[in-house]
């Protein structure tokens, strides 16, 4: 039981990540741009996060308070830098993959050229403990409060809420709506007046966002509040977009494929604790692969029927209808 | 008076047949690109060290001249896998795993070299078959998957590119005769897998540039000559239309992954069996879990070569000379991931170069023809 609870608790911090910068790439691919930028913007968000707290750690403050402000600051760099992918995509009409490229390969040399000329290292390591022994009270809930209340991150509390927000703009709003027809039919869209190029940009901007928060998540809850230009957020921008395909471009589906592709990580980094899989002998580097082997597989079953936006990628024109 | 109007206007025809056509506005939108992306630098650079910065820049520039051997060295696997992302491409397939076709076959051409004893004279050159056939697989499963399965190959190849990094990784840790682990690193080659020099000194350059370079016409001749290039560009054109022409797409898909696969793969095979100018030794490999830089290096080739082969050539060589350019400026103090981030923004700015382009080209004429009719009416009114 020790060990189930172990593996959900370590699973958590990792599924946070995937499950923000997945439902970022819907955000964006609903609106009609393939974002693959999501790598880069992930990466520019923990960047500018963990820089804030590098900057601020030495004040006497509650780190979970500082945490959120961080989390803020990654948000609003996630957006700046994919505005960038939206001002390409959208009002220039370019290449939405090669784009996304480029600004993926932009990031990490900017890093380590930045923390190479100020911090003389690869990245910037933070001393904060954003670490939650147990919360108050909640933490007393038999079984659940183990589970999830225990041995954790804010993160994983403020990634749920941002879930349940998310389905509901997608779902419940006129926005989110309107959203999606622009990913399906922009000119059936635009005919009724709503404004494609906006909506696109927005899309985008809510994946910047998402992708931001996602990748300052990411470096407090598995890289310990440090960011390397080297490792990077180490491919999970590229598996978020799997995630996202795994999960058929739907809020509640990418929630459970997040949690599989974060478990299957876990039961990867913790072979050595299970004593069953110890017990196989089989090389650690296999168990590595699983996740990625593991997308492959899923993909192989689900992309038949795949339900992918059916304007996405191509960019919207006014006059061609 | 007559004479000299008809010759000018002749020179002007001339002129315009070559601005318009599409190798010309490709050539002039990457010109444009690559000059944001330097310009970029060069901000960067100020912002860095201004005292320093036009120093730094000139050694960018034209630093890598002065090395000319080195430029061609380096540019030899950026090149094949370049080639490799741009033949994909002109199919409408984005082949971002490059990377683990270059690892998959760098794997495959030491372990020819290492495991396999095969006399002197013809040993590189099956390592470097080798190098090729490992590429090939890591290319054909992505290709199995888009065309039978319908799986979008950006991510495939992307998942392939770790699974073949730590495969290959596991593979040479496990292996003694390969793996020195006292320095975690590959044993050097024996001298008769390495690709023969072209003896300039200094550098490392081999046979292996020379090779690459008629690869690299092999394949604009396939692509312009033959019914396969034919149906490739049709169908990355338009996939529909191709196919209601009778062509094979699902063959062409794999086909076509399998020989940017092998374009890969050759390019690790180069990379790892080139001879190093120093006695004794050769190029190792270091089993560290990262993805191989030259794959995504590929693509910026590929995209600033605007998919074409002869353009990949040449942008190769030019993103190895500026890369050269970056590390001699670390002679001033500069530190050469500048480079990175501006061959970075120079895909950014060359994704939407042409459209600018475009916009720039008609500002100009409204402007110049204006000026010629008002050049006209004033004659007209004398």
């Known amino acids: 039981m020790s060990t189930i609870y172990y593996l959900i608790q370590n699973m958590l911090p990792v599924a946070i990540p995937l499950l923000l910068v997945a439902l970022g790439g819907m955000f964006s691919e609903r609106s009609g741009v393939i974002n693959i930028a999501l790598e880069g913007i992930m990466l520019f968000g923990a960047f500018f996060g963990a820089l804030f707290v590098y900057t601020v750690q030495g004040v006497d403050m509650n780190p979970q308070v500082l945490l959120i402000l961080g989390m803020l600051i990654a948000a609003f760099s996630g957006w700046v830098y994919s505005l960038l992918l939206s001002f390409a995509a959208v009002t220039m009409k370019a290449n939405q993959t090669i784009t996304g490229v480029s600004l993926n390969m932009i990031i990490p040399a900017a890093i380590l050229l930045f923390s190479k000329m100020f911090f003389n290292s690869d990245g910037i390591t933070t001393t904060k403990n954003f670490y939650i022994r147990e919360v108050p009270i909640l933490s007393k809930i038999p079984l659940l409060g183990e589970m999830f209340f225990q041995r954790t991150y804010l993160t994983v509390m403020i990634g749920f809420a941002i879930l349940i927000v998310s389905i509901i703009i997608f779902y419940k709003t006129r926005f989110g709506l309107r959203l999606r027809a622009c990913g399906e039919h922009p000119q059936a869209a635009d005919s009724v007046g709503i404004n494609v190029y906006f909506m696109r940009y927005a899309g985008v901007s809510l994946s910047g966002i998402l992708g931001g928060i996602g990748g300052f998540f990411y470096s407090v809850g598995v890289m310990d509040g440090n960011v390397s230009g080297h490792s990077g957020v180490a491919g999970f921008g590229f598996l978020a977009l799997a995630v996202m395909i795994f999960g058929q471009w739907k809020p509640g589906r990418i929630f459970f494929a997040a949690l599989f592709f974060a478990f299957l990580r876990t039961l990867a980094y913790s072979v050595s604790l299970i004593p069953f899989l110890d017990g196989l002998g089989i090389n650690q580097t296999y168990y590595k692969m699983l996740p990625y082997v593991a997308t492959m597989v899923v993909l192989a079953f689900t992309s038949k029927k795949s339900r992918a936006p059916k304007a996405e990628g191509i960019p919207y024109d006014k006059s061609q209808r | ?382």
Do not use: C
Not at chain 2, 7 to 19: D, G, P, V, Y
Not at chain 2, 285 to 296: D, H, L, Q, S, V
């Open chain 2, 1 to 382: 008076m007559q004479g000299k109007n008809s010759t000018s206007q002749k020179n002007k025809n001339f002129l315009k047949n070559i601005t318009r056509s599409s190798g010309f506005s490709a050539f002039s939108s990457a010109l444009v690109a690559i000059i944001l992306g330097l310009v970029f630098g060069f901000i960067v650079m100020l912002f860095a060290q201004p005292e320093n910065a036009i120093k730094g820049f000139r050694y960018v520039l034209v630093g890598g001249l002065g090395r000319f051997g080195s430029v061609l060295y380096f540019a030899t696997p950026i090149l094949m896998t370049g080639l490799a992302v741009g033949f994909a491409f002109k199919m409408g397939l984005f082949n971002i795993g490059a990377s683990g076709q270059y690892t998959m076959g760098m794997f495959f051409a030491i372990y020819v070299g290492f495991m396999w004893d095969l006399p002197p004279g013809i040993h590189w050159i099956v390592a470097i078959l080798a190098g090729m056939v490992g590429g090939m697989i890591w290319g054909l499963i992505p290709g199995l998957f888009k065309a039978l399965l319908n799986v979008n190959e950006v991510i495939t190849s992307i998942m392939f590119n770790y699974i073949g990094m730590y495969l290959v990784d596991m593979w040479i840790q496990g292996n003694a005769v390969m793996f020195v682990s006292s320095k975690s690193r590959t044993n050097y080659l024996p001298s008769n897998v390495q690709i023969p020099s072209l003896g300039i000194d200094g550098s490392n350059v081999n046979f292996g540039i020379i090779l690459a370079i008629i690869i690299g016409i092999v394949l604009y001749i396939v692509l312009q000559k033959t019914t396969f290039g034919y149906e490739l560009k049709a169908t990355g054109h338009n996939k529909y239309a191709s196919d209601y022409a009778g062509m094979k797409g699902k063959k062409n898909i794999i086909l076509t992954m399998v020989i940017a696969g092998g374009l890969a793969g050759l390019g690790g095979a180069f990379a790892i069996l080139a001879p190093s100018a120093i006695a004794g030794s050769s190029m190792t490999y270091e089993p560290i879990n990262i993805i191989a830089a030259n794959g995504f290096n590929g693509i910026a080739v590929a995209l600033l070569g605007n998919a074409h082969p002869i353009g990949i050539i040449f942008s190769s060589i030019f993103i190895s000379h500026i890369q050269r350019g970056g590390s001699l400026a670390g002679l001033v103090g500069f530190k050469p991931e500048i480079i990175d981030v501006v061959i970075g923004v120079i895909i950014y700015f060359s994704a939407f170069a042409m459209i600018m382009n475009a916009a720039l080209a008609r500002f100009v004429k409204q402007h110049v023809t204006r000026k010629d009719e008002e050049v006209v009416k004033a004659k007209e009114a004398e």
